[in-house]
Structure formats: structure tokens, C-alpha cells
Nanobody, 121 residues
Framework: QVQLVESGGGLVQPGGSLRLSCAASGSIFSIYTMAWYRQAPGKQRELVAHITSGGSTHYGESVKDRTTISKDNAKNTVYLQMNSLQPEDTAVYYC???????????????WGRGTQVTVSS
């Protein structure tokens, strides 16, 4: 199994920045993609950003100009840097990793428990 531990959430003032981290551990054979999603109250979960094993990135439309996703392969850790935060960015942010735990078999989706980000003055 793969465990994901997120950190870095909290209360941020409008216009501020934050950096989220998600460390993957466990029986990891290979990681395909690492991503961040978010879910605000009463809304569906949406993609914030994802990064492939080769380093290609994709961002959600609402964050793409102020967000950077990156990863440290040696640490199996993915980061999310968000700038110019606004109240509408308030949500629970979830880490997602698609990985295999052995050399054969299909990759599996793993999810973190989420970290709350609140943007408010």
C-alpha cells in the first residue's frame, strides 16, 4: 500500500501564498502521476494541478496563472505553490498519486486525507 501525508495548509490572507507538500511512502514500485485536487463546501472535487513522471504539468483553469506544481523524485514528494490566493480558493486540498506497488499489475489511485486551506482576512 501507499500512504500519502499532506502538510502546509492553514489560514492565509487574501493575496497571500502557500506551499503544500505531499509525501508518498510505502511499497512504491513506480509513480505515474502526482496531483492536487480541491473540494470546496457544496462543490465537486476539482483538479488543481498534476505532474507526470516525466515532469509534464497541467493546471486547472482557475489557478493556472498563479500555481506551480513540482516534485522531488528522490523523496516521492509533490509540492503545490499557490500565489495571489483569494477566498474562492478556500477548500480542502487533496493529494493524489497514481502508482504501482509491484512490477506487474495496473496502477492504483491513492488519496491523502486532505488539508484545509482557508483564505480570509
Amino acid at each position: 500500500q501507499v500512504q500519502l501525508v499532506e502538510s502546509g495548509g492553514g489560514l492565509v490572507q487574501p493575496g497571500g501564498s502557500l506551499r503544500l507538500s505531499c509525501a508518498a511512502s510505502g511499497s512504491i514500485f513506480s509513480i505515474y502521476t502526482m496531483a492536487w485536487y480541491r473540494q470546496a463546501p457544496g462543490k465537486q472535487r476539482e483538479l488543481v494541478a498534476h505532474i507526470t513522471s516525466g515532469g509534464s504539468t497541467h493546471y486547472g483553469e482557475s489557478v493556472k496563472d498563479r500555481t506551480t506544481i513540482s516534485k522531488d523524485n528522490a523523496k516521492n514528494t509533490v509540492y503545490l505553490q499557490m500565489n495571489s490566493l483569494q477566498p474562492e480558493d478556500t477548500a480542502v486540498y487533496y493529494c493524489n498519486v497514481v502508482a504501482r506497488t509491484r512490477a506487474v499489475g495496473a496502477p492504483t489511485d491513492y488519496w491523502g486525507r486532505g488539508t484545509q486551506v482557508t483564505v480570509s482576512s
